[in-house]
Protein backbone atom coordinates (compact mmCIF):
# COMPACT_ATOMS: atom_id res chain seq x y z
CA UNK A 1 0.00 0.00 0.00
CA UNK A 2 1.12 3.65 -1.12
CA UNK A 3 1.38 6.46 1.34
CA UNK A 4 -1.54 8.53 1.22
CA UNK A 5 -1.45 11.40 -0.76
CA UNK A 6 -2.79 14.52 1.59
CA UNK A 7 -6.65 14.92 0.73
CA UNK A 8 -7.42 16.63 4.12
CA UNK A 9 -6.52 16.40 7.73
CA UNK A 10 -5.78 12.94 8.50
CA UNK A 11 -4.50 13.41 11.82
CA UNK A 12 -5.91 14.48 14.88
CA UNK A 13 -5.34 17.83 15.24
CA UNK A 14 -3.60 17.74 18.56
CA UNK A 15 -1.32 14.50 17.79
CA UNK A 16 -0.02 16.58 14.92
CA UNK A 17 0.80 19.11 17.52
CA UNK A 18 2.47 16.58 19.93
CA UNK A 19 4.08 15.37 17.01
CA UNK A 20 5.83 18.53 16.13
CA UNK A 21 6.95 19.41 19.73
CA UNK A 22 8.76 15.91 19.71
CA UNK A 23 10.21 16.29 15.74
CA UNK A 24 7.99 13.81 14.29
CA UNK A 25 7.01 14.89 10.80
CA UNK A 26 3.77 14.08 9.93
CA UNK A 27 3.99 14.63 6.22
CA UNK A 28 7.34 15.18 3.29
CA UNK A 29 7.57 15.65 -0.34
CA UNK A 30 8.01 12.78 -2.38
CA UNK A 31 9.72 12.14 -5.61
CA UNK A 32 7.45 14.15 -7.47
CA UNK A 33 6.76 16.77 -5.00
CA UNK A 34 3.42 15.79 -3.65
CA UNK A 35 2.59 15.88 -0.28
CA UNK A 36 2.26 12.63 1.48
CA UNK A 37 1.03 12.19 4.83
CA UNK A 38 1.89 9.90 7.78
CA UNK A 39 0.29 7.27 8.36
CA UNK A 40 -1.40 7.89 12.43
CA UNK A 41 -0.36 4.40 13.84
CA UNK A 42 3.22 5.04 12.74
CA UNK A 43 3.32 9.04 14.35
CA UNK A 44 2.29 7.14 17.72
CA UNK A 45 4.63 4.25 17.41
CA UNK A 46 7.63 7.02 16.52
CA UNK A 47 6.31 9.09 19.39
CA UNK A 48 6.13 6.44 21.98
CA UNK A 49 9.88 5.14 20.60
CA UNK A 50 10.98 8.80 21.58
CA UNK A 51 9.37 7.97 24.97
CA UNK A 52 6.34 10.14 24.69
CA UNK A 53 3.59 8.08 27.27
CA UNK A 54 0.94 7.39 24.84
CA UNK A 55 -0.52 4.26 23.81
CA UNK A 56 -3.21 5.45 21.83
CA UNK A 57 -5.38 7.97 20.92
CA UNK A 58 -6.90 8.53 24.76
CA UNK A 59 -3.22 9.32 26.16
CA UNK A 60 -2.54 12.45 23.04
CA UNK A 61 -4.32 15.19 25.27
CA UNK A 62 -2.68 14.61 28.62
CA UNK A 63 0.95 13.88 26.88
CA UNK A 64 0.56 16.94 24.99
CA UNK A 65 0.33 18.82 28.12
CA UNK A 66 3.13 17.25 29.54
CA UNK A 67 5.48 17.76 27.22
CA UNK A 68 4.15 21.50 27.12
CA UNK A 69 5.20 22.02 30.55
CA UNK A 70 8.03 20.07 30.19
CA UNK A 71 9.44 22.47 27.90
CA UNK A 72 8.46 25.60 29.63
CA UNK A 73 10.26 24.51 32.93
CA UNK A 74 13.12 24.04 30.89
CA UNK A 75 15.62 26.99 31.70
CA UNK A 76 18.46 26.12 29.46
CA UNK A 77 19.09 24.40 26.01
CA UNK A 78 21.21 20.82 26.48
CA UNK A 79 23.03 21.99 23.86
CA UNK A 80 24.10 25.56 22.74
CA UNK A 81 25.61 26.50 19.25
CA UNK A 82 27.99 29.64 19.42
CA UNK A 83 28.78 29.92 15.76
CA UNK A 84 32.13 31.36 15.87
CA UNK A 85 32.11 32.11 19.61
CA UNK A 86 29.08 34.65 19.61
CA UNK A 87 25.92 33.04 21.29
CA UNK A 88 22.91 33.72 19.98
CA UNK A 89 20.58 36.33 21.41
CA UNK A 90 17.83 34.38 22.20
CA UNK A 91 19.81 31.65 24.69
CA UNK A 92 21.91 34.65 26.66
CA UNK A 93 18.86 35.41 28.71
CA UNK A 94 18.08 32.79 31.19
CA UNK A 95 14.54 32.44 32.55
CA UNK A 96 14.20 33.16 36.17
CA UNK A 97 15.73 36.52 37.92
CA UNK A 98 17.47 34.04 40.87
CA UNK A 99 19.28 32.03 38.16
CA UNK A 100 22.89 31.68 38.58
CA UNK A 101 24.91 30.40 35.82
CA UNK A 102 28.79 29.62 35.59
CA UNK A 103 30.54 28.38 32.43
CA UNK A 104 33.04 26.07 32.23
CA UNK A 105 35.31 26.46 29.61
CA UNK A 106 37.06 23.25 27.80
CA UNK A 107 40.88 24.50 29.81
CA UNK A 108 39.34 24.67 33.07
CA UNK A 109 38.37 27.86 33.42
CA UNK A 110 35.02 29.40 34.64
CA UNK A 111 33.99 32.56 33.08
CA UNK A 112 31.00 35.15 33.74
CA UNK A 113 27.54 34.27 31.42
CA UNK A 114 26.24 35.61 28.92
CA UNK A 115 29.61 35.64 28.04
CA UNK A 116 30.99 39.72 26.84
CA UNK A 117 32.91 38.79 23.84
CA UNK A 118 33.27 35.25 21.81
CA UNK A 119 33.95 32.22 23.29
CA UNK A 120 37.09 30.30 22.28
CA UNK A 121 35.94 27.43 20.34
CA UNK A 122 35.81 24.43 21.96
CA UNK A 123 33.15 22.40 24.41
CA UNK A 124 32.43 23.98 26.91
CA UNK A 125 29.91 23.18 29.84
CA UNK A 126 26.94 25.52 30.90
CA UNK A 127 25.55 24.92 34.30
CA UNK A 128 21.77 26.88 35.53
CA UNK A 129 20.78 26.76 39.36
CA UNK A 130 17.54 27.75 39.82
CA UNK A 131 15.60 27.36 42.93
CA UNK A 132 18.01 25.08 43.49
CA UNK A 133 17.18 22.76 40.77
CA UNK A 134 20.66 22.11 38.30
CA UNK A 135 20.36 22.65 34.52
CA UNK A 136 22.98 21.47 32.21
CA UNK A 137 23.78 22.36 28.67
CA UNK A 138 26.70 21.66 25.95
CA UNK A 139 27.95 24.96 24.66
CA UNK A 140 29.82 24.43 21.45
CA UNK A 141 31.68 27.00 20.09
CA UNK A 142 32.91 26.85 16.58
CA UNK A 143 33.95 27.79 13.24
CA UNK A 144 31.16 28.27 10.67
CA UNK A 145 32.65 26.84 7.78
CA UNK A 146 34.52 23.40 8.53
CA UNK A 147 38.29 23.05 7.20
CA UNK A 148 39.15 21.18 3.90
CA UNK A 149 42.68 19.81 3.55
CA UNK A 150 42.68 21.26 -0.58
CA UNK A 151 43.02 24.43 -2.19
CA UNK A 152 43.60 23.57 -5.39
CA UNK A 153 41.69 21.41 -7.80
CA UNK A 154 42.96 17.16 -7.12
CA UNK A 155 42.35 14.19 -8.15
CA UNK A 156 42.72 10.73 -6.64
CA UNK A 157 41.51 6.88 -6.76
CA UNK A 158 38.48 4.94 -5.22
CA UNK A 159 39.11 0.98 -4.22
CA UNK A 160 37.69 -1.18 -1.91
CA UNK A 161 40.24 -2.37 0.33
CA UNK A 162 38.64 -6.19 0.49
CA UNK A 163 38.55 -6.06 -3.36
CA UNK A 164 42.65 -5.35 -3.71
CA UNK A 165 44.94 -8.42 -3.61
CA UNK A 166 48.93 -8.90 -4.13
CA UNK A 167 51.62 -11.71 -3.48
CA UNK A 168 51.74 -10.63 0.26
CA UNK A 169 47.78 -10.44 0.75
CA UNK A 170 46.31 -13.42 2.11
CA UNK A 171 42.53 -14.12 0.64
CA UNK A 172 41.52 -9.93 0.38
CA UNK A 173 43.25 -6.90 0.41
CA UNK A 174 45.02 -5.50 3.42
CA UNK A 175 46.35 -2.29 4.67
CA UNK A 176 49.47 -3.09 3.30
CA UNK A 177 47.78 -3.12 -0.06
CA UNK A 178 45.86 0.48 0.87
CA UNK A 179 49.80 1.72 0.89
CA UNK A 180 50.86 0.26 -2.11
CA UNK A 181 47.40 1.95 -3.65
CA UNK A 182 48.80 5.50 -1.92
CA UNK A 183 52.28 5.09 -3.78
CA UNK A 184 50.47 4.04 -7.17
CA UNK A 185 48.28 6.63 -7.26
CA UNK A 186 50.96 9.33 -5.76
CA UNK A 187 53.07 8.16 -9.03
CA UNK A 188 50.55 9.33 -11.31
CA UNK A 189 49.61 12.43 -9.25
CA UNK A 190 46.93 12.08 -7.80
CA UNK A 191 46.62 13.21 -3.86
CA UNK A 192 43.90 11.49 -2.69
CA UNK A 193 42.74 7.47 -1.83
CA UNK A 194 39.50 6.54 -1.32
CA UNK A 195 37.93 3.07 0.54
CA UNK A 196 35.10 1.93 2.16
CA UNK A 197 34.24 1.75 5.52
CA UNK A 198 36.63 -0.07 7.88
CA UNK A 199 35.31 -0.77 10.62
CA UNK A 200 34.86 -4.07 12.80
CA UNK A 201 32.61 -6.31 11.34
CA UNK A 202 31.05 -9.70 12.54
CA UNK A 203 32.62 -12.43 10.50
CA UNK A 204 31.71 -15.63 11.98
CA UNK A 205 28.43 -15.89 14.11
CA UNK A 206 26.61 -13.62 13.48
CA UNK A 207 28.26 -13.22 10.46
CA UNK A 208 27.64 -9.87 8.34
CA UNK A 209 30.51 -8.28 6.00
CA UNK A 210 28.52 -5.26 4.91
CA UNK A 211 30.56 -2.29 5.91
CA UNK A 212 27.72 -0.98 5.89
CA UNK A 213 26.61 -2.85 8.64
CA UNK A 214 29.65 -2.41 11.40
CA UNK A 215 29.66 -3.54 14.98
CA UNK A 216 30.94 -0.54 16.16
CA UNK A 217 31.96 3.34 14.67
CA UNK A 218 34.38 3.45 17.61
CA UNK A 219 36.90 0.20 16.64
CA UNK A 220 38.59 -1.05 13.55
CA UNK A 221 38.64 -4.38 11.11
CA UNK A 222 41.42 -7.06 12.23
CA UNK A 223 40.45 -8.00 9.03
CA UNK A 224 42.60 -5.76 7.54
CA UNK A 225 45.67 -6.29 9.51
CA UNK A 226 48.92 -6.98 7.39
CA UNK A 227 50.40 -10.22 9.89
CA UNK A 228 53.78 -9.88 8.52
CA UNK A 229 54.43 -6.44 9.60
CA UNK A 230 53.17 -7.01 13.06
CA UNK A 231 56.67 -6.26 15.16
CA UNK A 232 56.05 -9.57 17.09
CA UNK A 233 55.77 -11.45 13.46
CA UNK A 234 59.81 -11.43 12.95
CA UNK A 235 60.19 -13.50 16.28
CA UNK A 236 57.51 -15.97 16.46
CA UNK A 237 58.51 -19.11 14.17
CA UNK A 238 55.02 -20.73 14.92
CA UNK A 239 53.12 -17.84 13.37
CA UNK A 240 55.84 -18.11 10.70
CA UNK A 241 54.82 -21.49 10.18
CA UNK A 242 51.28 -21.01 10.15
CA UNK A 243 51.12 -18.26 8.06
CA UNK A 244 52.92 -20.37 5.23
CA UNK A 245 50.66 -23.09 5.57
CA UNK A 246 47.73 -21.31 4.63
CA UNK A 247 46.62 -22.03 0.96
CA UNK A 248 47.00 -19.61 -1.28
CA UNK A 249 43.63 -18.61 -2.25
CA UNK A 250 42.99 -16.75 -6.10
CA UNK A 251 39.34 -16.94 -6.28
CA UNK A 252 37.26 -14.57 -7.55
CA UNK A 253 35.30 -13.76 -4.64
CA UNK A 254 36.35 -12.61 -0.78
CA UNK A 255 35.86 -15.61 1.37
CA UNK A 256 35.53 -13.60 4.83
CA UNK A 257 34.91 -16.45 7.20
CA UNK A 258 37.87 -18.92 5.94
CA UNK A 259 39.60 -15.80 5.41
CA UNK A 260 39.45 -14.41 8.95
CA UNK A 261 39.59 -17.74 10.22
CA UNK A 262 43.05 -18.15 9.01
CA UNK A 263 44.45 -14.67 9.70
CA UNK A 264 43.23 -15.36 13.29
CA UNK A 265 45.10 -18.33 13.72
CA UNK A 266 48.43 -16.23 12.90
CA UNK A 267 47.06 -13.49 15.62
CA UNK A 268 45.91 -15.63 17.74
CA UNK A 269 49.70 -16.83 17.73
CA UNK A 270 51.39 -13.50 18.26
CA UNK A 271 48.57 -12.15 20.68
CA UNK A 272 49.84 -15.27 23.07
CA UNK A 273 53.28 -14.91 22.65
CA UNK A 274 52.71 -11.10 23.25
CA UNK A 275 50.83 -11.33 26.66
CA UNK A 276 53.13 -14.16 28.09
CA UNK A 277 56.18 -12.40 27.67
CA UNK A 278 55.23 -9.69 30.09
CA UNK A 279 57.89 -6.75 29.73
CA UNK A 280 59.12 -4.69 27.24
CA UNK A 281 59.01 -1.38 25.35
CA UNK A 282 56.25 -3.18 23.13
CA UNK A 283 54.18 -3.71 26.23
CA UNK A 284 54.84 -0.14 27.80
CA UNK A 285 53.27 0.57 24.08
CA UNK A 286 50.28 -1.38 24.84
CA UNK A 287 49.92 -0.47 27.79
CA UNK A 288 49.84 3.34 27.11
CA UNK A 289 47.57 2.31 23.98
CA UNK A 290 45.17 1.01 26.27
CA UNK A 291 45.48 3.89 29.14
CA UNK A 292 44.25 6.35 26.44
CA UNK A 293 41.58 4.44 25.27
CA UNK A 294 39.86 2.17 28.20
CA UNK A 295 36.78 1.46 26.52
CA UNK A 296 38.87 -1.06 24.11
CA UNK A 297 38.94 -3.63 27.20
CA UNK A 298 34.91 -3.30 27.68
CA UNK A 299 34.63 -3.63 23.75
CA UNK A 300 37.09 -7.04 24.38
CA UNK A 301 35.08 -8.53 26.44
CA UNK A 302 32.04 -7.69 24.12
CA UNK A 303 33.54 -9.42 21.39
CA UNK A 304 35.08 -11.90 23.26
CA UNK A 305 31.63 -13.07 24.86
CA UNK A 306 29.84 -13.14 21.56
CA UNK A 307 32.73 -15.61 19.96
CA UNK A 308 31.97 -17.76 23.43
CA UNK A 309 28.18 -17.53 22.77
CA UNK A 310 28.24 -17.82 18.60
CA UNK A 311 25.02 -15.22 18.69
CA UNK A 312 24.06 -11.52 19.24
CA UNK A 313 24.04 -9.74 22.10
CA UNK A 314 20.05 -9.91 21.55
CA UNK A 315 19.81 -13.37 21.97
CA UNK A 316 22.87 -13.99 24.72
CA UNK A 317 21.22 -15.57 28.22
CA UNK A 318 20.55 -13.51 31.29
CA UNK A 319 23.33 -15.35 33.55
CA UNK A 320 26.85 -14.49 31.19
CA UNK A 321 29.58 -17.19 31.37
CA UNK A 322 32.98 -16.04 32.37
CA UNK A 323 34.65 -13.77 30.20
CA UNK A 324 37.25 -16.24 28.44
CA UNK A 325 40.84 -14.44 28.88
CA UNK A 326 42.05 -15.10 26.14
CA UNK A 327 39.85 -14.06 24.04
CA UNK A 328 39.50 -10.76 25.10
CA UNK A 329 43.11 -10.48 24.90
CA UNK A 330 43.20 -11.27 21.29
CA UNK A 331 40.22 -8.58 20.67
CA UNK A 332 42.29 -6.02 22.74
CA UNK A 333 45.68 -6.87 21.00
CA UNK A 334 44.46 -6.85 17.30
CA UNK A 335 42.68 -3.60 18.24
CA UNK A 336 45.92 -2.12 18.77
CA UNK A 337 47.28 -3.53 15.94
CA UNK A 338 45.08 -2.71 13.67
CA UNK A 339 45.18 0.99 14.43
CA UNK A 340 48.65 1.08 14.66
CA UNK A 341 48.68 0.26 10.41
CA UNK A 342 45.90 2.66 10.15
CA UNK A 343 48.43 5.32 12.28
CA UNK A 344 51.02 4.26 9.72
CA UNK A 345 49.33 4.22 6.70
CA UNK A 346 48.01 7.62 7.11
CA UNK A 347 51.80 9.00 7.76
CA UNK A 348 52.70 6.93 4.64
CA UNK A 349 49.95 8.83 2.88
CA UNK A 350 51.35 11.87 4.21
CA UNK A 351 54.94 11.03 3.08
CA UNK A 352 53.44 10.74 -0.45
CA UNK A 353 51.25 13.89 -0.50
CA UNK A 354 48.23 11.64 -0.53
CA UNK A 355 45.03 12.16 1.56
CA UNK A 356 43.22 9.11 2.99
CA UNK A 357 39.81 9.55 2.69
CA UNK A 358 36.99 7.42 4.60
CA UNK A 359 33.30 7.00 5.22
CA UNK A 360 31.40 6.69 8.07
CA UNK A 361 28.59 4.70 7.60
CA UNK A 362 24.99 5.71 8.68
CA UNK A 363 23.74 2.60 10.33
CA UNK A 364 25.06 -0.16 12.63
CA UNK A 365 24.51 -3.83 12.74
CA UNK A 366 21.84 -4.65 15.49
CA UNK A 367 23.72 -7.05 17.64
CA UNK A 368 26.29 -4.13 17.83
CA UNK A 369 29.16 -2.71 20.44
CA UNK A 370 27.16 0.51 20.27
CA UNK A 371 23.65 -0.34 20.78
CA UNK A 372 24.62 -2.78 23.79
CA UNK A 373 27.49 0.02 25.32
CA UNK A 374 24.84 2.69 24.68
CA UNK A 375 21.29 1.44 24.29
CA UNK A 376 19.56 4.57 25.58
CA UNK A 377 21.10 6.54 22.49
CA UNK A 378 19.19 3.79 20.14
CA UNK A 379 15.63 4.29 19.37
CA UNK A 380 14.12 0.32 20.07
CA UNK A 381 10.89 -0.49 17.75
CA UNK A 382 12.24 1.36 14.68
CA UNK A 383 14.23 0.80 11.64
CA UNK A 384 16.26 3.77 9.67
CA UNK A 385 15.48 3.12 6.14
CA UNK A 386 14.21 5.11 2.63
CA UNK A 387 10.37 6.08 1.44
CA UNK A 388 8.79 4.56 -2.02
CA UNK A 389 10.57 5.23 -5.36
CA UNK A 390 10.02 4.21 -8.47
CA UNK A 391 12.37 1.37 -8.29
CA UNK A 392 12.04 0.32 -4.14
CA UNK A 393 8.10 1.03 -4.54
CA UNK A 394 7.24 -0.07 -0.64
CA UNK A 395 10.31 1.74 0.58
CA UNK A 396 13.55 1.04 1.98
CA UNK A 397 14.10 -0.91 4.81
CA UNK A 398 17.80 -0.67 5.84
CA UNK A 399 17.07 -2.31 9.33
CA UNK A 400 19.76 -0.67 12.05
CA UNK A 401 17.91 1.46 14.82
CA UNK A 402 18.03 5.05 14.52
CA UNK A 403 19.84 7.13 16.80
CA UNK A 404 17.59 8.98 19.48
CA UNK A 405 17.98 12.49 18.52
CA UNK A 406 16.77 14.23 22.12
CA UNK A 407 19.24 11.65 23.93
CA UNK A 408 21.90 12.54 21.53
CA UNK A 409 21.47 15.93 22.92
CA UNK A 410 21.25 15.39 26.70
CA UNK A 411 24.35 13.31 26.89
CA UNK A 412 26.69 16.15 25.09
CA UNK A 413 27.09 14.21 22.12
CA UNK A 414 29.64 12.48 24.12
CA UNK A 415 29.48 9.26 21.24
CA UNK A 416 29.28 11.41 18.19
CA UNK A 417 32.37 13.48 19.31
CA UNK A 418 33.77 10.09 19.80
CA UNK A 419 33.13 8.30 16.72
CA UNK A 420 34.04 11.45 14.43
CA UNK A 421 37.22 12.12 16.27
CA UNK A 422 38.04 8.08 16.04
CA UNK A 423 38.05 8.55 12.13
CA UNK A 424 39.84 11.93 11.97
CA UNK A 425 42.87 10.40 13.52
CA UNK A 426 43.27 8.60 10.10
CA UNK A 427 41.03 10.03 7.57
CA UNK A 428 41.59 13.84 5.94
CA UNK A 429 38.39 13.18 4.17
CA UNK A 430 35.56 12.17 5.85
CA UNK A 431 32.47 11.33 3.64
CA UNK A 432 29.39 11.28 5.96
CA UNK A 433 26.96 8.87 4.64
CA UNK A 434 23.51 10.23 3.79
CA UNK A 435 24.15 13.25 5.07
CA UNK A 436 20.30 14.39 4.76
CA UNK A 437 20.47 12.47 7.98
CA UNK A 438 21.73 15.47 9.73
CA UNK A 439 18.97 16.89 9.00
CA UNK A 440 16.32 14.09 9.40
CA UNK A 441 15.83 10.19 9.00
CA UNK A 442 13.20 7.79 7.52
CA UNK A 443 12.44 5.75 10.25
CA UNK A 444 9.63 2.39 9.61
CA UNK A 445 8.05 1.07 12.41
CA UNK A 446 8.77 -2.26 12.98
CA UNK A 447 6.02 -5.08 11.90
CA UNK A 448 5.26 -2.35 8.90
CA UNK A 449 5.95 -1.59 5.76
CA UNK A 450 8.34 0.95 4.69
CA UNK A 451 5.84 2.36 2.97
CA UNK A 452 4.48 3.37 6.72
CA UNK A 453 7.34 4.73 7.75
CA UNK A 454 7.73 8.64 8.29
CA UNK A 455 10.49 11.25 8.62
CA UNK A 456 11.82 12.95 12.26
CA UNK A 457 14.26 15.32 12.51
CA UNK A 458 17.26 16.07 14.17
CA UNK A 459 19.50 18.68 15.60
CA UNK A 460 21.43 19.58 12.35
CA UNK A 461 23.15 23.09 13.45
CA UNK A 462 24.50 21.18 16.79
CA UNK A 463 25.76 18.29 14.14
CA UNK A 464 27.27 20.66 11.47
CA UNK A 465 28.69 22.56 14.63
CA UNK A 466 30.66 18.95 16.02
CA UNK A 467 31.75 18.35 12.51
CA UNK A 468 33.05 21.88 11.76
CA UNK A 469 35.16 22.00 15.02
CA UNK A 470 36.67 18.45 14.48
CA UNK A 471 37.84 19.07 10.92
CA UNK A 472 39.42 22.18 12.11
CA UNK A 473 41.31 19.97 15.11
CA UNK A 474 42.47 17.68 12.74
CA UNK A 475 42.97 19.47 9.21
CA UNK A 476 40.52 17.62 7.55
CA UNK A 477 37.85 17.99 5.18
CA UNK A 478 33.93 16.60 5.19
CA UNK A 479 32.30 15.01 2.93
CA UNK A 480 28.49 14.76 2.72
CA UNK A 481 26.52 12.30 0.24
CA UNK A 482 23.99 14.16 -1.34
CA UNK A 483 22.50 12.01 -3.86
CA UNK A 484 19.00 11.03 -5.01
CA UNK A 485 16.12 13.50 -3.64
CA UNK A 486 17.75 16.20 -0.63
CA UNK A 487 15.53 19.29 0.02
CA UNK A 488 17.00 21.92 -0.85
CA UNK A 489 17.85 23.15 2.52
CA UNK A 490 20.26 20.35 3.11
CA UNK A 491 22.37 21.50 0.19
CA UNK A 492 22.22 25.06 1.39
CA UNK A 493 23.25 23.99 5.00
CA UNK A 494 26.01 21.66 3.09
CA UNK A 495 27.75 25.17 1.40
CA UNK A 496 27.03 27.06 4.61
CA UNK A 497 28.93 24.78 6.21
CA UNK A 498 31.70 24.14 4.00
CA UNK A 499 30.80 20.16 3.71
CA UNK A 500 31.42 19.64 -0.15
CA UNK A 501 28.89 17.92 -1.81
CA UNK A 502 28.91 14.65 -3.93
CA UNK A 503 28.50 14.32 -8.11
CA UNK A 504 28.08 11.22 -10.07
CA UNK A 505 28.19 11.71 -13.54
CA UNK A 506 25.96 8.43 -14.14
CA UNK A 507 23.03 9.70 -12.14
CA UNK A 508 23.70 13.43 -14.44
CA UNK A 509 23.80 12.02 -18.03
CA UNK A 510 20.01 13.67 -19.60
CA UNK A 511 19.40 14.20 -23.63
CA UNK A 512 17.95 17.18 -24.50
CA UNK A 513 17.65 18.28 -28.14
CA UNK A 514 19.66 15.94 -29.13
CA UNK A 515 22.73 16.27 -27.06
CA UNK A 516 23.65 14.92 -23.82
CA UNK A 517 23.54 17.47 -20.95
CA UNK A 518 26.12 16.66 -17.95
CA UNK A 519 24.96 19.14 -14.92
CA UNK A 520 27.95 21.24 -14.00
CA UNK A 521 29.38 19.69 -10.86
CA UNK A 522 29.06 22.19 -7.67
CA UNK A 523 32.13 24.35 -7.19
CA UNK A 524 34.37 22.25 -5.12
CA UNK A 525 32.36 19.02 -4.85
CA UNK A 526 33.78 15.44 -5.01
CA UNK A 527 33.04 14.66 -8.60
CA UNK A 528 33.40 10.82 -9.89
CA UNK A 529 31.36 8.57 -12.72
CA UNK A 530 29.89 6.43 -9.96
CA UNK A 531 29.82 5.25 -6.68
CA UNK A 532 30.08 1.91 -4.78
CA UNK A 533 26.39 1.36 -5.23
CA UNK A 534 26.39 1.83 -9.47
CA UNK A 535 27.73 -0.40 -11.93
CA UNK A 536 30.93 0.54 -13.79
CA UNK A 537 31.13 3.48 -16.37
CA UNK A 538 31.73 0.53 -18.99
CA UNK A 539 28.09 -1.59 -17.45
CA UNK A 540 26.26 1.55 -17.46
CA UNK A 541 26.92 1.99 -21.08
CA UNK A 542 26.48 -1.67 -22.31
CA UNK A 543 23.16 -1.57 -19.94
CA UNK A 544 24.63 -4.48 -18.16
CA UNK A 545 22.60 -2.62 -14.87
CA UNK A 546 19.76 -2.95 -16.89
CA UNK A 547 20.47 -6.49 -17.91
CA UNK A 548 20.84 -7.58 -13.89
CA UNK A 549 17.67 -4.83 -12.48
CA UNK A 550 15.03 -7.14 -15.04
CA UNK A 551 17.21 -10.58 -13.60
CA UNK A 552 16.13 -9.73 -10.34
CA UNK A 553 12.68 -8.37 -10.90
CA UNK A 554 13.28 -4.91 -9.94
CA UNK A 555 11.67 -3.77 -13.24
CA UNK A 556 9.83 -5.69 -15.80
CA UNK A 557 10.47 -6.29 -19.46
CA UNK A 558 8.21 -2.96 -20.64
CA UNK A 559 10.32 -0.66 -18.23
CA UNK A 560 13.59 -2.83 -18.83
CA UNK A 561 12.89 -2.08 -22.63
CA UNK A 562 12.16 1.98 -22.35
CA UNK A 563 15.37 2.07 -20.02
CA UNK A 564 17.02 0.71 -23.13
CA UNK A 565 16.08 3.00 -25.72
CA UNK A 566 16.73 5.93 -23.44
CA UNK A 567 19.98 4.62 -22.35
CA UNK A 568 21.03 4.09 -26.02
CA UNK A 569 19.67 8.07 -26.55
CA UNK A 570 22.13 8.90 -24.11
CA UNK A 571 25.13 7.01 -25.68
CA UNK A 572 24.50 8.67 -28.78
CA UNK A 573 24.48 11.82 -27.23
CA UNK A 574 27.27 11.82 -25.18
CA UNK A 575 29.70 9.92 -28.40
CA UNK A 576 28.15 13.12 -30.11
CA UNK A 577 29.14 15.25 -27.16
CA UNK A 578 32.59 13.84 -26.39
CA UNK A 579 33.74 10.97 -29.54
CA UNK A 580 33.28 7.60 -29.31
CA UNK A 581 35.29 7.43 -25.93
CA UNK A 582 33.03 8.34 -23.85
CA UNK A 583 35.18 7.53 -20.52
CA UNK A 584 37.51 9.71 -21.93
CA UNK A 585 34.98 12.26 -22.58
CA UNK A 586 33.21 12.03 -19.60
CA UNK A 587 36.37 12.06 -17.53
CA UNK A 588 37.64 15.37 -19.22
CA UNK A 589 34.99 17.03 -18.92
CA UNK A 590 34.88 16.51 -14.93
CA UNK A 591 38.46 17.32 -14.71
CA UNK A 592 37.85 21.00 -16.09
CA UNK A 593 34.69 21.36 -14.19
CA UNK A 594 34.58 23.10 -11.35
CA UNK A 595 34.54 20.03 -9.06
CA UNK A 596 37.37 19.71 -5.87
CA UNK A 597 38.37 16.62 -6.18
CA UNK A 598 37.70 14.13 -9.16
CA UNK A 599 37.77 10.79 -7.76
CA UNK A 600 38.43 7.76 -10.51
CA UNK A 601 36.88 4.10 -9.61
CA UNK A 602 40.07 2.05 -10.38
CA UNK A 603 38.06 -0.60 -11.48
CA UNK A 604 36.88 2.22 -14.83
CA UNK A 605 40.33 2.42 -15.84
CA UNK A 606 40.24 -1.22 -17.36
CA UNK A 607 36.65 -1.09 -17.99
CA UNK A 608 35.33 -3.59 -15.61
CA UNK A 609 31.44 -4.23 -16.08
CA UNK A 610 30.49 -5.98 -12.71
CA UNK A 611 29.15 -3.91 -9.76
CA UNK A 612 30.87 -4.86 -5.73
CA UNK A 613 27.24 -3.90 -4.72
CA UNK A 614 23.92 -3.73 -5.50
CA UNK A 615 21.62 -1.91 -3.30
CA UNK A 616 18.77 -3.73 -1.60
CA UNK A 617 20.16 -7.24 -2.68
CA UNK A 618 21.50 -10.30 0.04
CA UNK A 619 21.68 -13.85 -1.26
CA UNK A 620 21.16 -12.61 -5.21
CA UNK A 621 24.02 -10.94 -5.69
CA UNK A 622 27.71 -11.27 -3.91
CA UNK A 623 27.65 -7.91 -2.43
CA UNK A 624 31.11 -6.43 -0.79
CA UNK A 625 32.98 -9.77 -2.33
CA UNK A 626 34.34 -9.13 -5.92
CA UNK A 627 37.85 -9.19 -5.86
CA UNK A 628 39.60 -6.52 -8.54
CA UNK A 629 40.47 -8.32 -11.79
CA UNK A 630 44.88 -7.43 -11.33
CA UNK A 631 46.31 -7.92 -8.57
CA UNK A 632 48.76 -4.69 -7.14
CA UNK A 633 51.73 -6.06 -8.80
CA UNK A 634 49.97 -6.71 -11.72
CA UNK A 635 48.44 -2.99 -11.80
CA UNK A 636 51.94 -1.52 -11.80
CA UNK A 637 53.15 -3.48 -14.64
CA UNK A 638 49.90 -2.95 -17.44
CA UNK A 639 48.54 0.18 -16.13
CA UNK A 640 50.12 1.26 -19.18
CA UNK A 641 47.22 0.27 -21.12
CA UNK A 642 44.30 1.74 -19.67
CA UNK A 643 45.96 4.34 -17.36
CA UNK A 644 45.71 7.93 -18.66
CA UNK A 645 47.05 9.45 -15.69
CA UNK A 646 45.55 11.26 -12.66
CA UNK A 647 47.08 14.32 -13.27
CA UNK A 648 44.20 16.94 -14.64
Not at 6 to 11: M, P
Not at 321 to 335: F, G, K, L, N, S
Not at 505 to 525: C, D, F, H, M, W
Not at 630 to 640: F, G, N, P, Q, V
Request: proline share 6%; with cysteine; charged share 25%.
Amino acid sequence: MAPRTVTGNNLNRQLTQLARLYGVLTSYADMKKRRQEADPESVLLALRALGAPVRGQQDIHAALREKREDLRRRVVQPVIVAWEGRVPQHHRNLKGSSAKATLVLEDGQTQRWPPRSPLPLGYHRLSVVVAGREFRSLVIAAPTRAHFPLSEKSSGVFAPLYALHSGKSQGAGDLADMATLAEWTAERGGRVISTLPLLANFLDKPFEPSPYSPISRLFWNEFYIHAPAVPEFDASPEAKARLKSLPARHSKLVDYKTSMRNKRSVLETLADSFFKEGGGVRREEFETFVRNDPEVLVYAEFRAQTDQLQRGWHKWPAQLPPTDERIAHYHTYVQWIVQSQLRELEERCRRHDCLLYLDLPLGLHRDSFDTWRYPHLFVEGMSGGAPPDPVFTTGQDWAFQPMHPERMREDGYSYTIAYIRNHLRFAKILRIDHVMGLHRLYWIPEGLRGDRGLYVEYPADEMYAILSLESHRSNAGIVGENLGVVPDYVNRSMREHNVRQLYVAQYETAVGTGKAILRNPPEGSVASLNTHDLFPFEGFLQETDIDERLRLAFVNAKGAAQERRYRKKVRKALEAAFGKNVFEGCTRFLEKSRAGIVLHNLEDFWKETRPQNIPSTVREHANWRRRMRYSMERLREIDRFFNRGLRG
